[in-house]
Nanobody, 117 residues
Framework: QVQLAESGGGLVQAGGSLRLSCAAS????????MGWYRQVPGKQREPVAG???????GYADVVKGRFTISRDNAKGMVYLEMNDLKPEDTGVYYC???????????WGQGTQVTVSS
């Protein structure tokens, strides 16, 4: 069982940048797909970005060109670089692990991102 811990959230002005980190422990993540979801109160959790074990990436249309997901398997880390942030990017960002079919199998506790206009 992989344990996940996110960090790096905070308050930033529109147009600013943040880098989220997800520390994985308890198991080797080299062959595990991982990624980020976000959730706004009153709405469903939505996918933001994902990355396979061999670093193939995918992004939600609303963040393409602004967000970059990466991983360091040796350190057990997954990152989300977020640039040109918009108020609508505000939410709790959750790191997750996924099955081979892409279904989330585990979650971190989340980190709050707030973008002010």
């Amino acid at each position: 069982q992989v344990q996940l811990a996110e960090s790096g959230g905070g308050l930033v002005q529109a147009g600013g940048s943040l880098r989220l980190s997800c520390a994985a422990s308890g198991s080797d993540i080299s062959n595990i797909a991982m990624g980020w979801y976000r959730q706004v109160p009153g709405k469903q959790r939505e996918p933001v970005a994902g990355i396979t074990g061999d670093s193939t990436t995918g992004y939600a249309d609303v963040v393409k060109g602004r967000f970059t997901i990466s991983r360091d398997n040796a350190k057990g880390m997954v990152y989300l670089e977020m640039n040109d942030l918009k108020p609508e990017d505000t939410g709790v960002y959750y790191c997750y692990t996924a099955s081979s079919s892409g279904i989330p199998t585990g979650w971190g506790q989340g980190t709050q991102v707030t973008v002010s206009s």
